[in-house]
């Protein structure tokens, strides 16, 4: 595996406020021990999820930008059209009419994560799971509950059902009432990928705490955003990931927005689904 450069100190730290622990949070490290953290150690994320969640759906970087971060990871693009996978360096977009879509480097994206993807543990399902207790099982593998942790899991399914968003148009809607629009899928018997993040509980507002996974299909032929499956087989990797870098963006429609209230519950019904469904 290529060994990945160091980060570079930075001039300043990015601090950002924790609701659910009152207290300012400096997120990114400074001086010498950032300069000894690997860059497959960092999740890199441009906006937040509050700002997501707010209907801040403009670019605020490219596609290109956030490669050159990471080669793993899951967002959404411009004006929210679908749902995004980034893996083994290519971006796909699985969008709301149910197709597979490599993004060029140019693409807008008002939200994403990333990271260089550098597996710590690597472990197998052997026996038939669903996604409860598929969860439970890596959280059980996890050193502590303090950091954050890349996930992919390639795997058979029995079922999986995932979900994609249409492309908005202005003035656009918050995230809430976007999700009522939403188009469900649901696959059998099929091979594929689960690309995602699981997070602390103390990154609510900014990124979204538990458990975050995109699934993109072996053929490459469908994928969205994970609800629910039932797992035959699969092997798992887990990337530990120490650092964290926020991009805040410079757009209006961010500077402009009301990020001061609690979002959680909204965040809540979004994670889990509407419904509307297709085959």
């Not at 290529?2 to 300012?24: D, E, N, V």
């Not at 441009?46 to 596609?63: E, N, P």
């Not at 699981?198 to 072996?218: D, K, M, Q, R, T």
């Amino acid at each position: 595996m290529q060994r990945k450069t160091l980060m570079q100190p930075k001039k300043s730290s990015l601090c950002l406020r924790s609701r659910s622990i009152g207290a300012l949070l400096c997120m990114l490290l400074t001086g010498s021990l950032l300069a000894e953290e690997r860059r497959d150690e960092v999740l890199y994320q441009v906006s937040t999820i509050d700002a997501l969640l707010a209907g801040v759906y403009d670019s605020a970087a490219s596609l290109g930008d956030l490669l050159k971060q990471g080669d793993f990871g899951i967002g959404t693009f411009d004006a929210l059209d679908g749902e995004l996978i980034a893996l083994d360096g290519v971006v796909y977009q699985a969008a709301s009419d149910g197709q597979i879509r490599r993004m060029p480097a140019e693409t807008g994206t008002p939200f994403m994560a990333v990271t260089w993807f550098a597996p710590d543990q690597v472990f197998a399902f052997s026996d038939p799971v669903d996604f409860e207790a598929f969860k439970a099982q890596l959280e059980q593998r996890f050193p502590s509950r303090n950091m954050i942790y890349a996930i992919k899991a390639e795997a058979r399914f029995a079922q999986i059902r995932y979900r994609s968003v249409p492309r908005q148009q202005k003035p656009y809607a918050p995230l809430a009432e976007v999700t009522r629009e939403q188009l469900l899928f649901e696959q059998r018997d099929i091979d594929g990928t689960l690309v995602g993040f699981w997070c602390p509980s103390f990154v609510e507002g900014i990124n979204v705490p538990g458990f975050h996974l995109h699934f993109l299909s072996a053929d490459r032929a469908h994928g969205g955003h994970v609800l629910d499956f039932s797992m035959v087989h699969g092997s798992v990797e887990l990337d530990d990931t120490s650092g964290w870098e926020i991009a805040l963006p410079t757009i209006s429609g961010y500077l402009d927005a009301n990020l001061d209230s609690d979002r959680s519950a909204e965040l809540h019904a979004v994670e889990r689904g509407g419904p509307r469904q297709q085959d």
